[in-house]
Nanobody, 128 residues
Framework: QVQLQASGGGLVQPGGSLRLSCVDSEFTLDDYAVGWFRRVPGKEREGVACVNRNDDRTYYAGDAKGRFTISRDSAKNTVYLQMNSLKPEDTAVYLC?????????????????????WGKGTQLTVSS
C-alpha cells in the first residue's frame, strides 16, 4: 500500500482554525480523488470532505459545509483541509484517503469502501 501522511492536528480553542495536510511520497495526489475522514472512539469513520480525481470538484459532508475547505497544492503534492469555526464536536482523528481509479467525489455521500488507501491520521482536539 501507499503511505499517506496526515499531519497538522493539535489543540485548538472553540472557534479557532487549523489546517491539516495530506501528503504522499510515492504518487501524485493530483491523479486521485482524496477524501478527508474523521474517527472518534466507538464510532465508525465518517467522511468530512473530498476533492475529485479529475475535475477537482469538492464535496462537504454535514456540518463541515461552510466551515471547512479542501484544496490541492500541486507543487507540494499536498491536499489540505482548512478548518474554521471549530467546535468541540470536531474533535477526532482525521485521516486522508485516496481513490486511484474512479471519480468517487462527485457530489454524493462519501463511502469508506470507495477509497483504496488510507493514512494513519492526526489528532484534532477542540477544547478550552
Amino acid at each position: 500500500q501507499v503511505q499517506l501522511q496526515a499531519s497538522g492536528g493539535g489543540l485548538v480553542q472553540p472557534g479557532g482554525s487549523l489546517r491539516l495536510s495530506c501528503v504522499d511520497s510515492e504518487f501524485t495526489l493530483d491523479d486521485y480523488a482524496v477524501g478527508w475522514f474523521r474517527r472518534v472512539p466507538g464510532k465508525e469513520r465518517e467522511g468530512v470532505a473530498c476533492v475529485n480525481r479529475n475535475d477537482d470538484r469538492t464535496y462537504y459532508a454535514g456540518d463541515a459545509k461552510g466551515r471547512f475547505t479542501i484544496s490541492r497544492d500541486s507543487a507540494k503534492n499536498t491536499v489540505y483541509l482548512q478548518m474554521n469555526s471549530l467546535k468541540p464536536e470536531d474533535t477526532a482523528v482525521y485521516l486522508c484517503a485516496v481513490d486511484r481509479s474512479r471519480n468517487v467525489c462527485n457530489g454524493g455521500p462519501m463511502f469508506l469502501h470507495d477509497y483504496d488507501y488510507w493514512g494513519k491520521g492526526t489528532q484534532l482536539t477542540v477544547s478550552s
